[in-house]
Every structure is written in C-alpha cells, then in structure tokens.
C-alpha cells in the first residue's frame, strides 16, 4: 500500500494532492480539474454523480430478495375459443402476448412461462367460460411443471349464467427448467372456453 502525504503527484492526465489536513483530492484531464475529494471524515465527494453503465449489474449480483428487472408477461387469448370437456382439465391456449420482458413466454406452441431467473413468481390467471346451462361452472388453476399447484378458484355456478374464474399465488421457479402453465376446467354440461378477455400473467416478486 502506498501512502501520500504532503505532497503532489501529477502528470498530464492526473493529479493527486494531498495536504497535512488529511484532504485527499484527485484531478483528472490534461488541464486538471477536480474529480474525487476524499475529506477528513473519509467521505468522498464526486464532481458528477456516478453513472453506471446500462446493465451493469445483472440480476444474479443483486441481493437476495431484490426483483430488479425480472421477467414479467401478460397474454390474453384474443378472440380463439376453445371447446373442452366436463371436469377435465384443459390447458388455454394463450395466445395474444401483449408484452413478455425476457421473452420467457412461448405464446405459439406450449403456452408456457419458463422463467429464466430463479425466483418466487407472482402468476395470475383468469378464465371465462360461456354455456347455455346456468348450472355450469368453471375453474381456474396454475400449473407447475405439468401439474396443480394448489392454486384454484371455483365460479359459483349460481351466480352467473356465463361464470368466470381467477387464481394467483407465489410460484418458485428455478430459472431454467420450471415453467408454468394456466388450466381450466368446467363443472356441467360440456361448454365453450371464451378467451376474449382473459388473462396469464405473472412477474418476479422476490429473487431467489
């Protein structure tokens, strides 16, 4: 380590000085200006705010906990329908992707969300189903890696004659081989999944 005291030390693209105060200053450029000074309280203070360059922390070299600039999709599936069967489980083709940050969502072949940072992952999902029997009524779930998650929410079947679900929940995501999926399944007779309106979304709540 090497100490400067009382004493300057300078050539045409720095400066350095140091008084018998303590007060430590650095000059940069051909004519020197002030840079850094460094007081006796040890506290540096900057001519210009630091600037870091864009993307110059990534998201692995955050604190635990910290989301940053995780990823985060929202897809609709537009005005596709699909026709599923009573109490089975069906996959909805989500399909219209209206953002995908890190393009972590496939919207053309598995309609899935493989997140590519590990993470706990705020997903929701929102399924409407229309049938000509009031008695009917739909479910929403959140798959992970193919199967339930837990996350379900039942349409009473009383309430409405064209009834709708939503689930949510934090889902853990390893950031390279889980992903998610949305289901539905409809109670009754068999009807029609209405996509004009639903929604898959989720986005990174806290990193791992």
Request: charged share 5%; glycine share 8%; net charge neutral.
């Amino acid at each position: 380590m090497s100490t400067i005291s009382a004493s300057t030390t300078s050539t045409t693209a720095y400066k350095v000085t140091a008084d018998t105060t303590g007060t430590l200053v650095l000059q940069t450029g051909a004519s020197p200006t002030t840079a850094v000074t460094i007081g006796t309280n040890q506290v540096a203070t900057f001519a210009q705010a630091p600037v870091l360059p864009a993307a110059s922390i990534p998201q692995a070299a955050l604190a635990a906990g910290v989301a940053g600039n995780g990823p985060a999709f929202f897809a609709s599936a537009g005005s596709t329908t699909q026709t599923i069967s009573v109490n089975t489980n069906v996959k909805v083709a989500f399909n219209n992707e209206m953002y995908d940050t890190n393009g972590n969502y496939d919207p053309n072949t598995n309609y899935r969300f493989t997140p590519t940072v590990a993470g706990y992952y705020f997903v929701a999902v929102c399924v409407y189903l229309q049938s000509t029997n009031n008695a009917q009524a739909v479910i929403a779930n959140i798959f992970k890696n193919g199967s339930g998650t837990g996350n379900t929410s039942v349409s009473p079947a009383s309430l409405y004659s064209y009834p709708y679900a939503t689930t949510c929940g934090l889902i853990y995501c390893n950031g390279s081989t889980d992903y998610i999926e949305a289901y539905c399944q409809a109670t009754g007779a068999s009807g029609t999944l209405i996509v004009g309106g639903v929604s898959f979304q989720a986005f990174l709540a806290r990193s791992a």
